[in-house]
């Protein structure tokens, strides 16, 4: 078997398994499909937990063009594949294509898990609920008890993780975005979501700002914890998000990014002496409750854990 951590398969590698032929080892019956997709660490941490739990199942990548997205559901479920995980772009066009949808993806209009019961394509949003359990676990702190600025709410993460932290009723949300426009979409269904007692009072629970120093600097003082949505980051050379002048001690800074493990907002951010965190504990964290879903049973966080770190040090 090739390593799964390393390869990536086609949506003809697919196709050519729902014929009961080609190169995709007929023990992967769970995946990821995305566009890109070759960077995924899934398979790493997946496969190590299949292993623990003595199952023969294993977990590969895939990549899927969104065009194709319906075609490769089709092929994963006369594979007989148990389910998929579903990454960029394809989380909103997923939604289409499911049976039925658990609350969370139906509220935050997103899907990131399938599982194939006969006929049936059930759909999951892990994305969101993974974000509040990795929050909890590298602050000690719930989303409920926190004023959180999103920067890109705009986006499909930054959009998911608004939307997660109104189900959890935050007292304060601001949502941030180069184009404001994009964003008062969130804001409207946020504000729904929001809709409870503890929030009355004299300030509108949901604000939209611009990505300008001005507006951020004058919301950072009444927030708890920043969250990065974007890719910005991801190179040395993106511009920063935030100033590093306006970053202050007692904030807690949670960027999604996870490679580098360091962006540049961490290190602003820690040079203040804020508290910080990247995205690897989403990725835990969102897949170890796909795994459950699929599995129904639970999984070895601490073994996904390990598997991660080996493939990021």
């Known amino acids: 078997m090739p390593d799964l951590s390393q390869t990536t398969f086609t949506l003809e590698d697919l196709r050519a398994r729902a014929e009961s032929r080609g190169p995709l080892p007929p023990e992967?019956?769970?995946?990821?499909?995305?566009s890109p997709v070759e960077h995924s660490l899934s398979p790493a941490m997946h496969n190590a937990a299949l292993e623990a739990l003595g199952s023969d199942l294993r977990y590969a990548k895939i990549?899927?063009?969104?065009e194709n997205l319906a075609e490769a559901v089709d092929c994963a479920r006369r594979a007989n594949f148990l389910g998929l995980n579903l990454t960029i772009p394809h989380k909103f066009a997923a939604l289409e294509l499911c049976t039925e949808l658990d609350d969370t993806a139906r509220q935050l209009g997103a899907?990131?898990?399938?599982?194939?019961?006969?006929?049936r394509t059930d759909g999951f949003n892990t994305d969101g609920p993974g974000l509040s359990?990795?929050?909890r676990e590298v602050f000690s702190f719930d989303l409920r008890d926190l004023r959180v600025m999103i920067l890109g709410a705009g986006g499909g993460a930054g959009s998911a993780a608004a939307l997660q932290c109104a189900l959890e009723k935050c007292p304060r949300l601001v949502l941030v975005n180069r184009t404001e426009n994009k964003a008062h979409d969130i804001a409207q269904r946020a504000t729904q979501l929001l809709h409870t007692d503890r929030l009355e009072g004299p300030e509108d629970p949901v604000t939209v700002i611009p990505l300008e120093e001005s507006a951020l600097r004058e919301q950072l003082t009444r927030t708890d914890l920043v969250i990065n949505a974007t890719s910005l980051g991801m190179k040395r050379t993106d511009p920063r998000l935030i100033p590093a002048a306006i970053l202050t001690p007692?904030?807690?800074?949670y960027d999604m990014i996870y490679?580098?493990?360091?962006?540049?907002?961490l290190e602003d951010a820690q040079a203040t002496g804020a508290r910080t965190a990247n995205g690897l504990s989403l990725l835990l964290h969102q897949g170890a409750l796909s795994l459950e879903i699929w599995?129904?049973?639970p999984t070895p966080l601490d073994v996904m854990r390990r598997a991660l770190d080996r493939v990021t040090a």
């Open 111 to 119: 899907v990131n898990t399938l599982l194939f019961d006969g006929s």
């Open 295 to 297: 599995l129904n049973r």
């Open 133 to 135: 359990r990795a929050i």
């Open 259 to 265: 490679r580098p493990s360091v962006t540049r907002l």
């Open 63 to 66: 990549g899927c063009p969104p």
């Open 28 to 34: 992967v019956r769970l995946a990821v499909l995305g």
């Open 250 to 253: 007692d904030l807690m800074v």
